[in-house]
Nanobody
Framework: VQLVESGGGSVQAGASLRLSCTAS????????MGWFRQAPGKEREFVAAYKWNGGSTYYADSAKGRFTISRDNAKNTVYLQMNSLKPEDTAVYYC?????????????????WGQGTEVTVSS
């Protein structure tokens, strides 16, 4: 499975961005799709996950109420809508696919990764 992210950019605090992750094949439907982020000098951290079969979602506390993960079956794409962005959201955001539980918040539980898309939020 190849994953390609897009949608990053530089915005002011309070703005919104929508990240996209397109999978190369329809086998993604058996996976958990996750979004992670990594800020400079920090470890990669979980943001949100989507269980393609059933549509369940799971969010990190930092994302609850501001971020929404969703899908578009026809486009083989998972989205991360990010609202009310804060400077602390600045990071490279990665899409990942794994076959474990939607509650797997550890990067090592995901087998496939995209190249990342950079998000910068200025105050």
């Amino acid at each position: 499975v190849q994953l390609v992210e897009s949608g990053g950019g530089s915005v002011q605090a309070g703005a919104s961005l929508r990240l996209s992750c397109t999978a190369s094949e329809r086998s993604y439907s058996r996976f958990i799709m996750g979004w992670f982020r990594q800020a400079p000098g920090k470890e990669r951290e979980f943001v949100a996950a989507y269980k393609w079969n059933g549509g369940s979602t799971y969010y990190a506390d930092s994302a609850k109420g501001r971020f929404t993960i969703s899908r578009d079956n026809a486009k083989n794409t998972v989205y991360l809508q990010m609202n009310s962005l804060k400077p602390e959201d600045t990071a490279v955001y990665y899409c990942a696919a794994g076959s474990g539980s939607i509650f797997d918040a550890l990067p090592r539980m995901y087998a496939y990764w995209g190249q990342g898309t950079e998000v910068t939020v200025s105050s």
